[in-house]
């Protein structure tokens, strides 16, 4: 069974930044397959927050992300990428990432019915 692994979270303190990396367990080829980053906080719902597509360098984000996190692929690595920088408390939340089986190109809303091969996910926590 297919499965993305998330790492790279962590505790960080506001205004810090983190990497976060996505990456199949094995045997899996990201390429061709737009991929997406969702988080889910503490009593909240699960949210998309950015998404790459898969060969047209098109890029999506949640207005409360924008100008702060940037999506990345690295074809060759086999690997997407969060770049997080001026983090928030209320970033604060278990990521996710998953592979868009329905769109090759990166869209807004995020639809999670669109997406899977889900991750465990990986834990960010931004606090003083």
């Known amino acids: 069974q297919v499965q993305l692994v998330e790492s790279g979270g962590g505790l960080v303190q506001p205004g810090g930044s983190l990497r976060l990396s996505c990456a199949p367990a094995?045997?899996?080829?990201?390429?061709?397959?737009?991929i997406g980053w969702f988080r889910q906080a503490p009593g909240k719902e699960r949210e998309g927050v950015s998404c790459v597509g898969s060969s047209d360098g098109s890029t999506t984000y949640a207005d409360a992300v924008k100008g702060r996190f940037t999506i990345s692929r690295d074809n060759a690595k086999n690997t997407v990428y969060l770049q997080m920088n001026s983090l928030k408390p209320e970033d604060t939340a278990v990521y996710y990432c998953?592979?868009?089986?329905?769109?090759?190109?990166?869209?807004?809303?995020?639809?999670?019915?669109?997406?899977?091969?889900w991750g465990q996910g990986t834990q960010v926590t931004v606090s003083s």
């Open positions: 998953a592979a868009n089986l329905m769109r090759s190109r990166a869209t807004m809303p995020m639809r999670q019915y669109e997406y899977s091969y």
């Open positions: 094995s045997g899996f080829t990201l390429e061709g397959y737009a």
